[in-house]
């Protein structure tokens, strides 16, 4: 079985300042990673995927992660926050048939 | 392309209707997912289908849901009677099934049910 866990409901940071939102995997298989974005009143985009091809894969809109088998970890970051990255933010992991979610993570950027 | 496209986009309707959602996924695409979203259990996977044939609906809450995909190009998420905990925005999301786990699923902007 896999599943992933998102650590943080709701993340605030200032507007330039770091953005780190946490994602743990579990599978036992290996895992294909998986960061989407939600806006409101939209449905959820693709930020970026790992790949295996390297652990370190950047996204669009200046995202990127690092996927560390080792922590069973695969957390998104960008170094200077937006006011546009405000969203929601899924992490979901996939075996090749279907896709399991987390729970989320709200992003909020105050000004 | 014109992306993954539901209708309706919002749908009020009274406890005991008959709801039907639909979905257009994106040409050439070979697999297709429903997914619910609520505040309280988040985004939840109903049923995928690969080749127009279901694969998974174990998360089908009960016998009232029911989908439909009669071609490549269409399918339907049916709920027969409603009832107000059905109350959610409802997500089709399309890929094209390489046989690689890294095959992206595209989302469409979802249909918001409401049952009063």
């Known amino acids: 079985a896999q599943s992933v866990t998102q650590l943080g409901s709701h993340v605030s940071v200032s507007e330039g300042a770091l953005v780190l939102l946490r994602c743990n995997y579990s599978?036992?298989?290996?895992?294909?990673l998986f960061w989407y974005v939600q806006y409101p009143n939209q449905g959820l985009q693709l930020l970026l995927k790992?790949?295996?091809?390297?652990?370190l894969v950047k996204g669009i809109n200046g995202f990127e992660a690092e996927f560390k088998k080792s922590e069973t970890s695969f957390h998104l970051t960008k170094p200077s926050a937006h006011m546009s990255d405000a969203a929601e933010y899924f992490c979901?992991?996939?075996?090749?048939?279907?896709?399991?979610f987390g729970a989320g993570t709200r992003l909020t950027v105050k000004p | 392309d014109a992306g993954v496209i539901q209708s309706p986009r919002h749908e009020v309707t009274e406890m005991g209707q008959e709801v039907t959602l639909r979905c257009k996924p994106i040409?050439?695409?070979?697999?297709l997912f429903w997914y619910r979203q609520t505040m309280m259990r988040g985004l939840e996977l109903l049923i995928y289908?690969?080749?127009?044939?279901?694969?998974?609906d174990s998360g089908m809450p009960e016998d009232r849901f029911s989908a439909k995909m009669p071609n490549a190009s269409f399918s339907t998420l049916k709920i027969q009677p409603s009832e107000p905990r059905d109350s959610a925005v409802y997500f089709c999301?399309?890929?094209?099934?390489?046989?690689?786990?890294?095959?992206?699923?595209?989302f469409g902007p979802g249909t918001r049910l409401t049952v009063l």
């Open positions: 979901a992991v996939s075996d090749g048939n279907d896709m399991r």
């Open positions: 599978s036992s298989v290996p895992p294909y």
């Open positions: 040409s050439g695409h070979n697999s």
């Open positions: 790992y790949t295996s091809a390297a652990t």
């Open positions: 289908f690969n080749n127009n044939v279901p694969i998974d």
């Open positions: 999301a399309s890929r094209y099934r390489s046989g690689l786990a890294t095959d992206t699923q595209y």
